[in-house]
């Protein structure tokens, strides 16, 4: 039996932005096949091309890697974050969003960092375009069709709603009992 692991992480600037990135997901020109524009509350304009999406870092977690470790990775590789601290709220159980098909076990965190630096771009996966948005701005790229893929975005975002649900309602201690949650204190480096 074959195993896919891989990781979204949702990552949060002290100021609240999210860190998301642009991905070129060519299979996308079969079924979806318009260019948006989004203007940020920075006055920041993101375009996203027919065969891009707009998502959080992520991806395979490597043979013999951690899931935090992997995340971490990920996280630095598509973001370009310097060196600091995080708190991590990963999910625990794993999601199989495919399960009709291939089990692909997908894991969910949400890592509240310490430092507002990024890269613009990165070399990862071929160059990635790197934006801090706000709450809203990513409402506005979710319901503008810039968001396209549930598993690079989607899921983290749902998770990322539980989780700030739970700590603005105290329930956090509850999501931890069950086995759901687990929080990580780290040290991000590159």
């Given at each position: 039996?074959?195993?896919?692991?891989g990781?979204n992480?949702?990552?949060?600037l002290?100021?609240?932005?999210?860190?998301?990135?642009?991905?070129?997901?060519?299979v996308?020109?079969?079924?979806?096949?318009?260019?948006?524009?989004?203007?940020?509350?920075?006055?920041?304009?993101?375009?996203?091309?027919?065969d891009?999406?707009?998502?959080?870092?992520?991806?395979?977690?490597?043979?013999?890697?951690?899931?935090?470790?992997?995340?971490?990775?990920?996280?630095?590789?598509?973001?370009?974050?310097?060196?600091?601290?995080?708190?991590?709220?990963?999910?625990?159980?794993?999601?199989?969003?495919?399960?009709?098909?291939?089990?692909?076990?997908?894991?969910?965190?949400?890592?509240?960092?310490?430092?507002?630096?990024?890269?613009?771009?990165t070399?990862?996966?071929?160059?990635?375009?790197?934006?801090?948005?706000?709450?809203?701005?990513?409402?506005?790229?979710?319901?503008?069709?810039?968001?396209?893929?549930?598993?690079?975005?989607?899921?983290?975002?749902?998770?990322?709603?539980?989780?700030?649900?739970?700590?603005?309602?105290?329930?956090?201690?509850?999501?931890?009992?069950?086995?759901?949650?687990?929080?990580?204190?780290?040290?991000?480096?590159?």
């Amino acid at each position: 039996e074959k195993r896919f692991p891989g990781g979204n992480i949702v990552p949060i600037l002290p100021d609240g932005r999210f860190l998301m990135i642009v991905e070129c997901r060519p299979v996308l020109l079969q079924y979806y096949k318009t260019m948006s524009l989004l203007q940020l509350q920075s006055s920041e304009v993101i375009s996203i091309d027919a065969d891009e999406s707009l998502e959080f870092p992520g991806g395979a977690i490597e043979s013999g890697e951690s899931l935090s470790g992997g995340f971490l990775r990920e996280l630095v590789e598509e973001t370009g974050i310097p060196e600091q601290t995080a708190c991590l709220y990963r999910r625990i159980p794993p999601l199989f969003p495919l399960v009709s098909d291939v089990a692909h076990e997908m894991y969910f965190t949400v890592a509240y960092l310490s430092g507002v630096r990024y890269a613009r771009t990165t070399k990862s996966d071929g160059g990635l375009r790197v934006y801090a948005l706000t709450q809203q701005d990513v409402l506005h790229a979710i319901r503008r069709g810039m968001v396209k893929s549930g598993n690079a975005a989607m899921l983290g975002w749902g998770f990322y709603k539980e989780i700030e649900e739970a700590r603005n309602t105290s329930s956090i201690k509850d999501l931890i009992a069950d086995k759901y949650v687990r929080i990580e204190h780290v040290k991000i480096k590159r």
